[in-house]
Structure formats: structure tokens, C-alpha cells
């Protein structure tokens, strides 16, 4: 009896020390977690802090929003979100428009990119912790977050940027409120290359993925002068137009990320709607000094195929080799060297095989953003190495439209290569069905009839965004008139293309 009561009493002993170290261990551990969740900073400023008075906030917001009527593309599916980031008595009524597109458990991962209004960095901040947190609960990062943070050419972590930005942290309750679980891939952008944030990006998007840009419009102008400025920037949105919104100042301050998200619009294909427009003015402020808010949705096919053939697929620094290739060759004409080292690395990026695929190819040469010179291929009968070099010398000397390049011109020129993929039929029933089915921004057009032909890159469509106009202009580079696309007797064929812009 003796020894039972001992070793009953040696359970007991155990099982008080083992409950103990379980305590404290989990405590500990508790604590530990609790330092990898960012805490909620802006709440109780921009945006109410307990629990019921955010729930029943958003839901008046949203209730608000369900009034509007805005038309969607029927067989598309949502890709993409442009949402304000002010307090929610300015900016909410807006921002709750994704209430009309979202709901619940519809996209398990959000990559969130805002604007970085507090530190001052280049490229990409990514966030070390584990979770958010916003009076709602709990956000965790996705797994995904990793990937990004391998990447230390465009991205970096920075705590100051992390603890203290407020352009992701007050979108996320909208978010939550309507998609309920999912993980975030939190960015913070501050002046970056657009291309090189959107190749690191591309990669984990898919189906299950929601891309949010987080962007305010314009500040603090008059009311009149706000609504005229942001119609601007909205159409530059709505059309795609890249180049021009990247040239705009004080447009929006979340410009990196829109401009990221227009270029996954214009590699995918992706078309966006214009959800909702307000400024301060209209809700919670005076008139005098305003800030503009939009919220505009992008919608794309199921799948995240690239309107780029993926086997044409060419990343920044492989288009940045074939942009000096086309230098290069246009400087040997001339009698010019490239320095050896540029030249010995460039030959070293050019030995790829990816280069010796066949695929058309169009060099443009501009001085001060005009036109100096354009000229392609848009069959895929030479590799790219071939048609870039033989298209540079005829973009530079043998353009008709232009007088040949002469040497003093050179430093002035600004260099852009396409990389098409291979033109295919588009069938079409009349007019109207033609303009239906032309994607603004993204489809490089060829027009036929007879020995009469012609075409446009996707990029003339920043300088004709309407289609009505692009096809009239394209009919006249054709020598056809202008109205020959209302008849009907057009071939019309269309393609996509890579293009790289020169670095500076």
C-alpha cells in the first residue's frame, strides 16, 4: 500500500509540475505570437475602433452603395480593385462600392498594395509579421509574402514603413467585412520600376487572388478643379493609358499601385469599371480644398493565361538587352562602339535561347515623345535577335515617313522593342460587333482589304483611345477611307505585345 500511495503521490507531483510548464510555456508562446501581429494604428482616427460601431458603419456604407447601378461584363470574373484609403467619413461611401462586387470567401489571398505616404524608400516594402490586426480580427500573411521578401533587388523590409502606413490598414476592414477569410500579401510602394514590381509580383497570382491598388485621387483643390482633374485621371484609367498617367503629377497618390495594376490589366487583359466616383466635397468636407476617391473594379477571363503567349514571355532584364541590342546596332552604323564591358555583358544576356525563338518584332525610335521612326515584322519568321537588329537600321534609315537618322540625333533617340505574338483572325458580324471586341490597350490591330494593309501596336491606343478613332486613323495609314471599317469588308486580325521602354 505503501509504494501505491508513493508513486500516486509521484503521478501527482508530475502532473502539477507538467500543467505548470504547459502554462507557462503557452503563455509564453501567446506572448510571442502576439509581437508578430501588426496592431490596428489608425483606429479610433480614421476609422471607428470597437468592433460594433466598424460593423455598423460599413454596413450603412454599403447599404449606401447597393443604390448604384453600374453595368459588368457578363462571362468576366473579378481580378482587380482600385479603393481610397482616407477616413471612412470621406472616402467610405466610395470604398464600400466593392460591396457591390465582392462577397464572401470569393478570393482566399489579397495582394494589398499601397502607397508609402510616412518613410520615404524606393521599390517595395514588405511586412516581417505574421498577421494584421484591425478591430474586426485577425488577418494572417499569406505564405506568399516569402516569396516577395526573397526578392531583394526590388523589395525590403522596412518596420517604420510596417508599423506606421495607414493606406493598407484602412482598406482592410472593407475587406474583411465583405470576403470574411483570406490572407494578405501587404505592399507598401514607394518611386519604383512598374515592369520589375509587376514580373516579381505576376508569378503568384492566380485564380484565387484579388489585386487591391489603395489610392486617393487628387488633393486639395477646389471642388470644380477636383472633378475635372480626376474625370482626367479616371479615363487615363478606364483607356489604360499608362504612359500618360505615369507623366501625371498629383494625380493620386497611390500612383505606383495603380500603375501596377494597369500594367497586370494590359499583360492579362483585364478591363476595368468605374464603380463610383465622389471627393471630400461631396461628403464630409468643404469645397474649398478637396480630395477625390474612386473605386473602379478589373475584370478578366477565369484563367491567368497572358495575353502574351507564355513561350514569347520575356522578363525586364532580357527586353532591357534586346532595347541595347537595337542601340548597339544602330551605333555600329554609325561607326560608334558601345563600351566593352556594356558590349561583353550584353553579349552574355543575348546567349539565352529564349532569344532565338521566332517571333514578329517592332523597334520605335522617338525624340522628345515623338514619333522619329517605327518599323516590324508581324510574321514570326526570324528569331528575335534577327528581326530586332534588321528592324532597328530600317526603324532608324528607312522609315518613309522620315528622313534617315543621322549620327547627332542618336543620344536623343529613346528606344522601344515589341515582341509580338503570332496575329490571329478576328471574326466579327458588323461595325458594332467589331468595336465590341477590340480590347483597348491591349490588342495590336491589322487591317486588309485587298493589297491595302496597315497596322497599329497596342501602344497607339494611348494616343487613340476611342476605338471609332483608332480604326478610322489605322484605315488612313492604309490609304483606305476612313470610314472603311463601318462597312464591313475589312480582314481584321489582332495580336499582343511585350514592349520595353529604354532605361535611363
Not at 538587352?321 to 542601340?327: E, G, I, S
Not at 532597328?392 to 515582341?419: G, M, Q, W, Y
Not at 460587333?433 to 486588309?448: E, P
Amino acid at each position: 500500500m505503501g509504494n501505491i500511495r508513493f508513486r500516486e503521490f509521484c503521478l501527482a507531483l508530475f502532473l502539477m509540475f507538467f500543467t505548470t510548464f504547459c502554462l507557462v510555456f503557452f503563455h509564453s508562446v501567446k506572448q510571442a505570437d502576439a509581437t508578430d501581429i501588426r496592431k490596428p494604428v489608425w483606429a479610433g482616427s480614421f476609422y471607428p475602433a470597437s468592433k460594433p460601431e466598424l460593423e455598423k458603419t460599413i454596413y450603412q456604407l454599403s447599404l449606401h452603395a447597393k443604390q448604384t447601378k453600374v453595368q459588368f461584363q457578363s462571362g468576366k470574373i473579378l481580378k482587380a480593385l482600385i479603393l481610397p484609403h482616407a477616413g471612412y467619413i470621406y472616402s467610405g461611401l466610395t470604398a464600400a462600392h466593392a460591396s457591390l462586387v465582392l462577397k464572401e470567401k470569393q478570393f482566399s489571398k489579397v495582394v494589398l498594395l499601397g502607397p508609402d505616404h510616412r518613410v520615404g524608400f524606393r521599390n517595395g516594402s514588405i511586412s516581417d509579421y505574421k498577421a494584421y490586426q484591425t478591430p474586426l480580427g485577425i488577418i494572417e500573411l499569406h505564405e506568399d509574402n516569402e516569396i516577395l521578401r526573397l526578392q531583394s533587388d526590388v523589395f525590403q523590409t522596412i518596420p517604420a514603413s510596417d508599423m506606421s502606413e495607414h493606406s493598407l490598414e484602412v482598406i482592410l476592414p472593407f475587406l474583411q467585412s465583405y470576403l470574411k477569410e483570406f490572407k494578405i500579401v501587404p505592399v507598401v510602394l514607394g518611386p519604383c520600376h512598374i515592369v520589375r514590381i509587376t514580373d516579381a509580383i505576376d508569378p503568384i497570382l492566380d485564380q484565387n487572388t484579388l489585386v487591391v491598388a489603395s489610392s486617393d485621387l487628387s488633393h486639395y483643390l477646389s471642388y470644380a478643379e477636383a472633378v475635372a482633374k480626376d474625370k482626367k485621371t479616371i479615363n487615363m484609367i478606364l483607356n489604360l493609358e499608362h504612359s500618360k498617367l505615369s507623366k501625371c503629377s498629383d494625380c493620386a497618390c497611390g500612383k505606383m499601385p495603380i500603375l501596377i495594376v494597369m500594367e497586370m490589366a494590359r499583360r492579362h487583359g483585364w478591363q476595368p469599371v468605374l464603380l463610383h466616383y465622389s471627393n471630400s466635397g461631396d461628403t464630409a468636407g468643404g469645397k474649398t480644398q478637396v480630395v477625390g476617391y474612386a473605386a473602379i473594379a478589373f475584370y478578366g477571363d477565369l484563367s491567368m493565361k497572358k495575353t502574351n503567349d507564355s513561350s514569347q514571355h520575356f522578363n525586364q532584364k532580357q527586353g532591357q538587352a534586346l532595347v541595347k541590342l537595337a542601340r548597339k546596332t544602330i551605333m555600329e552604323r554609325f561607326g560608334q562602339k558601345m563600351a566593352e564591358h556594356e558590349s561583353d555583358s550584353l553579349s552574355s544576356v543575348l546567349k539565352d535561347r529564349c532569344f532565338h525563338k521566332c517571333c514578329g518584332t517592332f523597334v520605335t525610335l522617338k525624340i522628345n515623345d515623338q514619333l522619329r521612326g517605327c518599323i516590324g515584322n508581324l510574321t514570326a519568321n526570324e528569331s528575335v535577335l534577327e528581326g530586332v537588329r534588321r528592324n532597328a537600321i530600317n526603324a532608324a534609315f528607312h522609315d518613309p515617313r522620315f528622313s534617315p537618322l543621322i549620327a547627332k540625333e542618336l543620344e536623343n533617340v529613346d528606344i522601344e522593342v515589341s515582341i509580338l505574338t503570332e496575329p490571329k483572325l478576328l471574326e466579327y458580324r458588323d461595325s458594332s460587333d467589331l468595336l465590341s471586341k477590340l480590347r483597348v490597350n491591349v490588342d495590336g490591330v491589322i487591317i486588309r482589304k485587298g493589297s491595302a494593309s496597315a497596322t497599329f501596336l497596342p501602344q497607339v491606343w494611348e494616343q487613340l483611345p476611342k476605338p471609332e478613332e483608332f480604326l478610322a486613323h489605322l484605315c488612313m495609314k492604309a490609304d483606305l477611307p476612313a470610314n472603311t471599317w463601318k462597312k464591313g469588308a475589312l480582314e481584321v486580325k489582332t495580336y499582343q505585345v511585350q514592349y520595353f521602354d529604354e532605361e535611363k
